[in-house]
């Protein structure tokens, strides 16, 4: 039997002055990004576990501001089709807690020491996620001083309304009767559960049929919170794993300061009326 030769069924093998899978990809620079610090097998693990999140990360704040350009516009329908992206994104970062489960205690602490104070906590990608969902809290600006470049784009994030802030928005304009305070609040303050939203969301949900976009965007939310919560929750679980009760690198209590931040609710009030209906 000859050996098979894509070329003859068309495969361009030749790429001198051709644009490439590489070069499009940049799959060069991507690749020569996992600088190991000690000679730890795990570590390349660690690394790429840390980069490949950040990348699918930077795919959920490109859809993200979209999505919010799109309920601003008033084209919900365009929105939903990328909340439920970043929800499936999230889905993605949620099984790969898999790979990283499969690193021991006594991996970790081959090369924990090598990373000295750097920490998820100092993702900048992260926090602008929370920022955007409305998760706004200005004392996480601080790891960023360092950095004007990512300071600007953290503060330019709180000083525009969130995702939630355009959902209330929107519907606001389709007539609802969301609390003035609530269209005026400082965009820059953390979110306070309010009981005039809730009752918004409870005219939504008590006649979903008058009010089916709103109850479709409510559900996209809570599918979105639903999935981060997972991951936070895949998170402290992997870290009460890997380091038990150990301080945190970043210098936080570690998984004491990880369960905190389970308490966290993104759409208070949408969680809320669950009670109430
Ligand atoms: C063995 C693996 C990991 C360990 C032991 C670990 C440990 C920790 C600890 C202890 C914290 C609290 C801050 C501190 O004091 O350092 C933290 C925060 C964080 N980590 Fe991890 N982590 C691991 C993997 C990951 C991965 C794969 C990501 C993906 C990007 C990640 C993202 C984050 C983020 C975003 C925070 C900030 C959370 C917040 O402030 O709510 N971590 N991590």
Partial sequence: MTTYDPSRDGAQMSFDGRMSYGDYLQIDTILNAQTLLTGAHDEMLFIIQHQTSELWMRLALHEMDAARAAIAAGEVRAAFKMLARIARIFEQLNSAWDVLRTMTPSEYTRFRDGLGQSSGFQS?????????????????????AHRPDLLARLEAELARPSLYDEALRHLAREGLPVPAEVLNRDLRGPWVAHEGVQAVWEIVYRA?????????????????????????FNHVTTVERVIGFKRGTGGTSGVQYLRRMLEVELFPELWHLRTSL
């Fill in 124 to 144: 900048w990608q992260y926090r602008l996620i929370e920022f955007a969902v409305g998760n706004r809290n200005a004392a996480m600006l601080r790891p960023h």
């Fill in 208 to 232: 979903p049929e008058q009010h089916w976009e709103a109850y479709e965007l409510a559900e996209k939310l809570v599918d979105f919170e639903d999935y981060f919560r997972r991951w936070r």
